[in-house]
C-alpha cells in the first residue's frame, strides 16, 4: 500500500515543485505577458495563419500591446503601440539592433553577413557607414537623378504607346512597376537595363530576370524549419535549403561576371568621361584605395542587398497607391489638379518638383499606412536582456513589431480603413511619429527611405500628370492582400489609361 502511494505522491510532487518554482521564477524575472495558450515544442506556432500580421494583431488585440510568444524554439516580443515601439527603438535600440539568424538570412543574406542580416557589431557598422556614404547620400542619390527620369519616361512612352490615340486601354500595371524599379536599381548599379526595349545583351537579360523570377519565389517562403530546428535536422527541409544554396551561387556568379565586366571596361576608357558613374564603378574604386576591406565578396552583397530590399517595397507602394487612387477619384482628381497647378502642362514633372507636390506625398504617406511593404518590419533579435515597459526581456529574443497593425489601429486612427491622404498632413516624424512608421526607425531603420519616396513619387507623379485613369469595370478594384514577405496585392492591378492631350505632345518628346 505504501509502496502504491509513493509512486503516485512523487511525480505529483515533483510536478507541483516544478510548476512551483516556475511559477516563482518567472514572478521574480516579470516576463512580459504570454498571451494565448502555448502547446509544448511548437508554442505559438500554430496560430501561423497568412497573412501573419492580421493574426498578431487579432492575438494583440484581445492579450495586449506587449506579449512574449513563443514561435519553436524562439522566444518572440511582439509588440504592437506606438509607446512600446518608442520605447524598443530608442531607449532599447541598441540592445534590439540585433537580427535573428534566419535561414533567408543565411542564404539569401550570406551567411549573416550581409547588411540587412548582419548582426549589430563592427562589421554592420561598416557596411552601414559605407552605403550611406556611398549610396544613400543626397549627393549620390542626386547623381542618379538623370537614370530615374529616363526609366519612368520610358515607361511614359511605353504607356502611350500601348494606349494609343484618345481611347482608354487596359494595362495590367503590376509588371509595369516592378520592371520600372528594377531597370532603376539595375542603371544605378552597373548602368545596364533588362526589361522593356533598348536592352543590349537579350542572353544577359533572360538570366537575370530568371534569378529575380526565383529570389521571389522563394524570398516568400515562411520558414518553419526557422522555429523548429528539430524540422530541419530530420530533413524536412533539405529541398528548401538546397535551392537556396543554388540559387546563391547563380546570384553571386552573376555578379562576379557584372564585375569582371566593369574592371575591364573601367581600364579601357579613361576615367573623366562624361558618362555617369554607376555605383559599380563607385565601389570599385574604393576597392583600389581599400582592397583588403572592399573585396568582391562585400561589393556582390552590397549590391544583391539593394536589389532585394529595394525593388519589390517601392514597385508594390506604387501599385497598391494607383489600386486606391482608381477607387477614390476625387483624391486622383485633387492630385492631378495640384500637379497641374504646380507644375503646368509645360513641362514633364521633375523629382525637384516633389517637395512642392504635398497632396501627392501625403497620397505616398497613407498608402503606406494602410498596405506598408514590410508590415511587421524585419525581424530584430536582443543582444542582452532589458526593461520593456517594466517588463524584464531576456536576451536573444527575437522582436517583431506589428507596424501594420499600429497603422491600422481605430485607437491611433480615424475610420483607418478610410484612405483619406489630408490626414497625413504634418504627420511623420514628431512626438506621434511612432504610429506611422513605414520604415522602421532607429539604427535598423531604413537606409532607402530617400530613395524609396523619389522613386515611387517621380513615377507616381508622373502618371498622374500624363494620362486620366479609371478602373475596367464599375466594380471596385479589389485590394485583397497576398501572402509574402513584403504585403503584395493579391491580383495583379489592371486599369485604364489615356494620355492626356496636353502632355502628349511632352511624351513624344522626351
Ligand atoms: C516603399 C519602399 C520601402 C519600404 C516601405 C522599406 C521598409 C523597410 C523596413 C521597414 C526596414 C526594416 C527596418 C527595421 O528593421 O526596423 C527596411 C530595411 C532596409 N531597407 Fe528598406 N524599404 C523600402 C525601400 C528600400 C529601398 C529602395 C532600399 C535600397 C535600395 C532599401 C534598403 C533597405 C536596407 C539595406 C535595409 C536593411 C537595413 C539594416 O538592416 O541595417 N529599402 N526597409
Ligand atoms: C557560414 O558560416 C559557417 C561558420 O560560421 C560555416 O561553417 C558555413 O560553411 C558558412 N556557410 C556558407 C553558406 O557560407
Ligand atoms: C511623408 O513621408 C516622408 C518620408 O517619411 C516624409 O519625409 C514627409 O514629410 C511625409 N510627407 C507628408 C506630406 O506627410
Ligand atoms: C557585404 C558583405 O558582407 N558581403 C558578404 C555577402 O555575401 C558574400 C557571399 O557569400 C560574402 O562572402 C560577403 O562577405
Redesign the pocket.
Known amino acids: 500500500m505504501e509502496v502504491v502511494v509513493s509512486s503516485f505522491a512523487y511525480p505529483l510532487l515533483l510536478l507541483a515543485l516544478v510548476f512551483i518554482s516556475k511559477h516563482l521564477f518567472l514572478k521574480r524575472q516579470n516576463l512580459p505577458p504570454s498571451g494565448p495558450l502555448a502547446f509544448p515544442i511548437i508554442g505559438h506556432l500554430y496560430l501561423f495563419k497568412k497573412p501573419l500580421y492580421r493574426t498578431l494583431a487579432d492575438i494583440a488585440g484581445v492579450y495586449g500591446p506587449i506579449l512574449l510568444l513563443r514561435f519553436g524554439s524562439r522566444r518572440v516580443l511582439l509588440v504592437t503601440s506606438p509607446s512600446v515601439a518608442e520605447e524598443c527603438f530608442t531607449t532599447n535600440d541598441i540592445v534590439f539592433a540585433n537580427?535573428p539568424r534566419l535561414l533567408v538570412g543565411k542564404y539569401l543574406g550570406f551567411n549573416y553577413t550581409n547588411?540587412?542580416w548582419a548582426p549589430y557589431g563592427n562589421h554592420?557598422r561598416n557596411l552601414?557607414r559605407i552605403?550611406t556614404l556611398e549610396i544613400f547620400s543626397s549627393t549620390r542619390l542626386q547623381m542618379f537623378s538623370n537614370v530615374r527620369i529616363s526609366e519612368v519616361r520610358s515607361l511614359l512612352r511605353r504607356l502611350a504607346a500601348v494606349s494609343g490615340g484618345d481611347t482608354f486601354r487596359t494595362l495590367e500595371m503590376k509588371s509595369m512597376f516592378f520592371e520600372l524599379t528594377l531597370n532603376v536599381?539595375m542603371m544605378m548599379i552597373a548602368g545596364k537595363r533588362y526589361y522593356g526595349d533598348k536592352v543590349m545583351d537579350l542572353e544577359e537579360a533572360r538570366r537575370f530576370r530568371e534569378i529575380v523570377k526565383e529570389t521571389f519565389a522563394l524570398g516568400g517562403v515562411s520558414n518553419f524549419g526557422d522555429f523548429l530546428p528539430v524540422l530541419r535536422w530530420v530533413g524536412v527541409f533539405k529541398g528548401l535549403e538546397k535551392k537556396l544554396v543554388n540559387l546563391q551561387g547563380r546570384r553571386t556568379g552573376f555578379l562576379q561576371e557584372l564585375i569582371e565586366e566593369h574592371r575591364m571596361v573601367g581600364t579601357k576608357t579613361q576615367p573623366k568621361e562624361e558618362k555617369t558613374k554607376t555605383m559599380l564603378d563607385v565601389l570599385l574604386s574604393l576597392q583600389e584605395a581599400e582592397p583588403h576591406y572592399y573585396t568582391d565578396e562585400i561589393i556582390i552583397g552590397i549590391i544583391l542587398?539593394?536589389l532585394s530590399?529595394?525593388t519589390d517595397?517601392?514597385a508594390g507602394?506604387m501599385e497598391w497607391a494607383l489600386s486606391l487612387l482608381l477607387n477614390n477619384p476625387k483624391a486622383l482628381k485633387k492630385a492631378q489638379a495640384e500637379i497641374d497647378a504646380k507644375v503646368g502642362q509645360g513641362r514633364l514633372l521633375d523629382e525637384s518638383d516633389l517637395a512642392n507636390l504635398p497632396y501627392l506625398l501625403c497620397i505616398i504617406n497613407e498608402t503606406?499606412r494602410m498596405y506598408?511593404?514590410?508590415p511587421l518590419?524585419?525581424p530584430?533579435e536582443s543582444s542582452k536582456e532589458c526593461i520593456v515597459e517594466g517588463f524584464t526581456v531576456p536576451r536573444d529574443t527575437m522582436l517583431l513589431v506589428n507596424?501594420w497593425a499600429i497603422q491600422n489601429d481605430p485607437k491611433s486612427w480615424v475610420e483607418p480603413t478610410k484612405f483619406w491622404p489630408e490626414r497625413m498632413e504634418g504627420v511623420g516624424g514628431g512626438k506621434d511619429g511612432f504610429k506611422w512608421m513605414?520604415?522602421?526607425?532607429?539604427r535598423?531603420?531604413?537606409?532607402?527611405?530617400g530613395?524609396?519616396m523619389r522613386?515611387?513619387g517621380l513615377a507616381l507623379g508622373s502618371l498622374i500628370q500624363c494620362f486620366d485613369w479609371e478602373r475596367v469595370g464599375e466594380e471596385m478594384v479589389d485590394m485583397e492582400e497576398g501572402t509574402g514577405l513584403t504585403l503584395p496585392k493579391a491580383k495583379p492591378l489592371e486599369a485604364r489609361c489615356r494620355p492626356r492631350l496636353s502632355t502628349l505632345g511632352l511624351i513624344s518628346q522626351c
Request: aromatic share 6%; charged share 10%.
Open positions: 537580427r547588411i540587412s554592420w552601414r552605403s536599381m542587398t539593394l530590399a529595394g517595397t517601392s507602394t503606406l506598408p511593404a514590410a518590419l524585419v530584430h507596424m513605414p520604415f522602421g526607425s532607429g535598423r531603420g531604413c537606409p532607402g527611405e530613395l524609396a522613386v515611387v
